[in-house]
């Protein structure tokens, strides 16, 4: 990934430490447990989503992708939260797509989904990519404004082919 030292980033929110950095291998229960835990919180929790999506369970090793890249948001030392970039296959050579952006419900609201969205933007940046590319769903609204007050703009159809054929929300960036 060429991500750089184990801690990229620390900042503070609401008095509490939280350190940004790329997935590790011991990472994968903990994230895959903060994303299908926001997706049974919005009852979104079904098939055409990451929810069943197989790598979810393994996104580290879903990461060691050229052209991808994610990070985790921990706090107390704990996985609060995770993003990433992954060159989705049917997307335009200089476009990647923003995946997986799922904050633990406690940690919402403190600025750390828009910092690992920023994260992801620079890693994309760095790796040459132009565009970002994003799926989501209505259910998730508050998702879809933070991604609009990030320069998202909607879209009229899917591009790519990330296989999350229940998502009905496109979203394009350019870097």
Not at 85 to 96: K, Q, R, S, W, Y
Request: charged share 25%.
């Amino acid at each position: 990934m060429g991500l750089g030292s184990p801690i990229i980033s620390k900042r503070k929110a609401d008095r509490m430490e939280i350190i940004y950095r790329p997935v590790q291998e011991s990472d994968n229960a903990a994230i895959a447990e903060v994303i299908r835990g926001a997706l049974e919180e919005y009852n979104v929790a079904r098939p055409g989503t990451v929810y069943t999506d197989p790598t979810t369970d393994a996104l580290y090793q879903l990461f060691q992708t050229d052209g991808s890249a994610y990070w985790i948001a921990q706090a107390e030392g704990r996985i609060v939260g995770g993003c990433g970039i992954f060159p989705t296959v049917g997307l335009p050579e200089d476009c990647a797509e923003l995946v997986k952006l799922y904050i633990s419900n406690e940690f919402r609201g403190k600025g750390i989904g828009f910092e690992l969205m920023e994260l992801s933007s620079k890693s994309a940046k760095e790796m040459g990519y132009k565009l970002l590319y994003l799926e989501t769903l209505p259910e998730l609204s508050k998702a879809v404004s933070l991604y609009e007050r990030a320069g998202y703009h909607l879209l009229d159809k899917p591009l790519g082919e990330s296989g999350h054929f229940a998502c009905d929300i496109w979203m394009l960036k350019d870097l």
